[in-house]
């Protein structure tokens, strides 16, 4: 299996940076593809930024120009850089893998963005 640790989330002014890290442990050589994932109370969890093992990203509409995912295969980490943070990008921001047809989620790391 594959365990997942989030970090780095916070309150945050409008316009302002986060950068959110995911650390994986166990059998990391298996993951294809790493996720964040976002969810906003009252609604439903939905992807944010995705990451292949070949290095592609993909990103939701609402976060296009502002989020960056990127992946760090020596520290096993997955980061997601965040810039001009708007308050409706609060919500708790889980970190998700997918490998042999099976995936983990981290616990999951809150943002606020409010002034």
Not at 38 to 52: D, Y
Not at 74 to 80: G, I, S
Request: proline letters at 3%.
């Amino acid at each position: 299996q594959v365990q997942l640790v989030e970090s780095g989330g916070g309150l945050v002014q409008p316009g302002g940076s986060l950068r959110l890290s995911c650390a994986a442990s166990g059998m990391i050589s298996s993951i294809h593809r790493m996720d964040w994932y976002r969810e906003a109370p009252g609604k439903q969890r939905e992807m944010v930024a995705l990451i292949t093992n070949e290095g592609s990203t993909n990103y939701a509409d609402s976060v296009k120009g502002r989020f960056t995912i990127s992946r760090d295969n020596a520290k096993n980490t997955v980061t997601l850089q965040m810039n001009s943070l708007k308050p409706e990008d609060t919500a708790v921001y889980y970190c998700h893998a997918t490998y042999y047809g099976m995936d983990s989620w981290g616990k999951g790391t809150p943002v606020t963005v409010s002034a």
